[in-house]
């Protein structure tokens, strides 16, 4: 599995277990509801700031999401 399909993986898991609308995850992240659509479609991935927004938003480590850890 590569780097992207493990975070577009990770990233729509966490999503779902989360409990969290795009819509909220995109203001917090302060990006369009289309970039967390594109992020979990695996259509782009976000710039470091951004991943760092969504990784504490989430509550997640960018080790997980990136997949550099279980």
Known sequence: ????????SRFKECLKFSDIK???L?????VSKQCIS????????????????????LDVSADYL???ED
């Open 1 to 8: 599995m590569n780097e992207v399909t493990k975070f577009q």
């Open 22 to 24: 795009q819509t909220e």
């Open 26 to 30: 995109a203001k917090a992240a302060s």
């Open 38 to 57: 594109d992020y979990k479609a695996g259509k782009s991935e976000p710039s470091i700031d951004t991943l760092f927004l969504i990784c504490r938003y």
């Open 66 to 68: 990136l997949g550099l």
